[in-house]
């Protein structure tokens, strides 16, 4: 690119001697102007070129690094998430094994009550007595009749 | 100078290469040497090894009434450092209060030194909760399985315990312990510094597999009423202990069991050792007279007599040179083999025997179970005594044909007089209906042992035993709406020199309802009644109790009017 420059800087020159011979002054002033011109937008291309670069590569960088951070942060909240998770399974799991063991004790709860040494002993102490005779009817004699 | 230097660089150099050798040396010895051990102390700082402790099987009988369940209590402890010095004095007080306990030994533990202690295991809810609602500085609870007979004693000696190890002793908790007990688990996991589980970090879980469920034969109602005669008669007869067994005779499962002394299996840490003993099973009596009905059982199987056939009753018995009396001596003229049952005379027991003969009454007496255990799966159960018959001298034939010179249990006996009642055929008592697992439910099969006697003759019998009731001396067991056939019996009391003690009787009665389709076998054992020979009538008494509620209980339809 810079070795281009040169030699086009080089054949310029030579242009503008014959341009004098010429006697076009204004072609030569055109020249010169052009050849201005030339020389002060390549650097400006150049330098537009290199920050263009810097922007990209600086752009990509802070994409890269957000991303990262970006990455490290999901990584963070799901490892935290699970974490809690965790927790939450644990206190969920203590509450169930504390609601059965309630649900066992309310079973043995009822089996007291419903103990018939239980409900005898509350008998005598309502004072009931027991039956003197029990009647019962014969299923055989009520099918025979019918 | 430069020398010098050189020097000192040398020397600074050496030094410098000892140090980072040394470092090395100490690097390779940590990281490489000790690498094992130091792991395996970081991994113990946050890895947990825990037992999972498997669920004792739950029992019940047969209506799928709860009998016996273990549920975790919550245990009491304090940790002594987190207790200000000025308020342990408040923490005693409070907890004496609510535990009932003496608070001056509660706050001597507290200052016993200790950093962790238990204050009380094992609350009921009720006191853990109020204990809860306070919030007492450095006491906590940690549960502990505790297993819990929400009837009490009711089948106390059916069901046995559990120990403090864990370990089922006596009855189901003893001859069923592996299968209840299961197969604990292991969780291996990481713990934070407030010793949660971490959900992530290493997790290896090894479930624990639970105990299986046990449904017992045993019917809760019948139970209690078998209980409770058991308890009347005791109470009425001032008598130390006995038993009452009642079996189904169709396939010999056990309905009820009772046994006293008592015992509570939720605090047997406080119990008599006698009262541990389950005397339906674990103890052997001598049977007395109830044994007559199975000599006549093997003669008339035999076909040497028939409930006709009559000899003349003396009041005695000459056997083998010795002379064996009736009860109080009493002579009867002109006997029938049923009237032998019906006045439980001895004399016409030996003259049965003396038909039978030694061979075939000893083949019989094994043919009927005794002299061997049931097999009942039930712990510490015990064979009963029947010598062997090249033991026996001539007399043996008399005196063993009126329950005499042998020992059997309530069980045995209630099994033989079952064979009698379903129609000749001995069946394995058993408790077990069925068990539970993870692969389903497994019921218990019924076993028949034997055929003892033959249909006929357990129909003769069956009928001989209800005249014994209706005509003959066990009068007092009739039943108002029900037929009942059954025998009394009064042992002696072998004393430790193998004599009898004087004036001392087992009393007892097997027998069954209805008669000729009978549902229930009862045998009922009173020992040492005050009433001593009259002890039969409480016995009887208390079969009549019993056998009524369980009748009316299980629906059977009366066979005689009232």
């Given amino acids: 690119m810079i070795a281009a420059t040169l030699h086009f800087g080089s054949r310029s020159r030579r242009e503008s001697a014959r341009g004098a011979v010429r006697g076009v002054r204004r072609d030569q002033a055109r020249g010169a102007t052009a050849l201005h011109r030339s020389s002060q937008s390549r650097p400006r291309a150049r330098a537009l070129a290199r920050t263009s670069w810097e922007l ?38 203590a509450e169930r094994d504390e609601l059965r063991r309630q649900a066992a004790l309310a079973d043995v709860q009822l089996a007291r009550l419903d103990s018939p040494a239980r409900i005898e002993a509350q008998v005598k102490r309502l004072g009931l007595v027991r039956v003197a005779r029990v009647f019962v009817l014969s299923a055989d004699a009520l099918q025979a009749k019918k | 100078m430069e020398r010098v230097s050189a020097a000192r660089l040398r020397v600074l150099f050496l030094i410098l290469a000892l140090l980072s050798t040394s470092v090395a040396g100490k690097t390779v010895y940590w990281q490489a040497l000790k690498r094992p051990e130091l792991l395996a102390q970081a991994i113990d700082q946050v890895r947990t090894d825990q037992v999972l402790a498997a ?116 009855g189901v908790e003893g001859a069923y312990d592996t299968l209840l007990r299961g197969t604990p688990g292991r969780l291996m996991v990481e713990r934070d510094p407030a010793n949660r589980a971490l959900a992530i970090g290493v997790r290896e879980a090894q479930p624990a597999i639970r105990g299986s ?14 209980e409770r005669e058991l308890r009347l008669a005791l109470e009425k007869e001032k008598a130390p202990g006995g038993s009452i067994v009642v ?100 004399a016409g027991a030996v003259f049965v025997a003396s038909k039978l003969g030694a061979q075939k009454l000893y083949d019989y007496i094994g043919a009927f179970g005794l002299g061997r255990p049931t097999g009942v799966d039930l712990a510490g159960e015990v064979a009963g005594q029947v010598r062997p018959l090249a033991e026996w001298y001539p007399v043996d034939v008399g005196t063993a044909a009126f329950g005499q010179g042998l020992t059997v249990t309530p069980l045995q006996l209630a099994a033989a007089y079952a064979a009698i009642a379903n129609g000749g055929t001995l069946y394995r008592p058993y408790i077990v209906a069925s068990r539970r697992d993870a692969e389903g439910e497994h019921r218990t099969a019924p076993v028949a042992v034997r055929r003892v006697i033959g249909p006929e003759t357990a129909a003769t019998l069956r009928t001989m035993l209800t005249s014994t009731i209706d005509n003959g001396i066990a009068a007092n067991a009739r039943l108002s709406s029900f037929s009942a056939a059954g025998k009394t019996g009064t042992a002696q009391i072998p004393d430790a020199a193998g004599s009898y003690e004087s004036d001392e009787y087992i009393s007892s009665f097997a027998g069954f309802a209805p008669a000729q389709d009978p549902r229930f076998v009862t045998v009922i054992v009173i020992e040492r009644p005050q009433s001593r020979l009259l002890g039969t009538l409480s016995a009887m008494a208390a079969f009549r109790g019993l056998a009524l509620d369980a009748l009316r209980y299980e629906r059977v339809q009366p066979d005689r009017r009232p």
Avoid: C
């Avoid at chain 1, 752009?59 to 690094?65: D, E, Q, V």
């Avoid at chain 1, 991303?67 to 927790?87: N, P, R």
């Avoid at chain 2, 940690?142 to 089922?168: C, I, M, S, W």
């Fill in chain 2, 247 to 346: 079996l189904d005779p169709r396939d010999g499962a056990i309905l009820a069991m009772a046994s006293a002394p008592t015992f509570d299996p939720a605090g047997v840490g406080v119990a008599d050792l006698e009262s541990l003993r389950d005397r339906a099973v674990s103890w052997s009596y001598e049977p007395g007279s109830t044994m007559k009905a199975l000599t006549i059982a093997a003669a008339i199987d035999q076909r040497v007599v028939a409930p006709t056939t009559s000899y003349n009753d003396v009041g005695y018995a000459i056997i083998g040179g010795r002379r064996l009396n009736n009860a109080l001596g009493r002579a009867y003229g002109p006997t029938t083999v049923t009237q032998v049952l019906e006045r439980s005379l001895n």
């Fill in chain 2, 55 to 170: 669920q004792r099987g739950v029992i019940r009988d047969r209506t799928g009434a709860i009998l016996a369940t273990t549920v975790p209590l919550r245990s009491l402890y304090a940790i002594p450092a987190q207790i200000p010095e000025n308020e342990r004095a408040r923490v005693s007080v409070a907890l004496g209060t609510l535990l009932g306990r003496d608070p001056l030994a509660i706050r001597a533990r507290l200052d016993g030194g200790a950093e962790w202690l238990f204050i009380h295991r094992r609350l009921p809810e009720e006191t853990a909760r109020a204990i809860e609602d306070m919030h007492l500085p450095g006491i906590g609870f940690q549960a502990e399985p505790k297993r819990l007979y929400p009837n009490d004693t009711t089948a106390a000696h059916v069901l046995g315990f559990v120990n403090d190890d864990g370990d089922g002793q006596y």
């Fill in chain 1, 56 to 93: 990209r590569s600086f752009a990509f960088a802070g994409a890269f690094i957000l991303a990262s951070f970006l990455l490290a942060l999901l990584y963070l909240s799901q490892i935290t998430g699970l974490s809690a998770g965790g927790y939450e399974m644990q206190r969920l799991q």
């Fill in chain 2, 213 to 226: 469920d046990l449904t017992l034969t045993l019917d809760l109602g019948i139970q209690a009423a078998a």
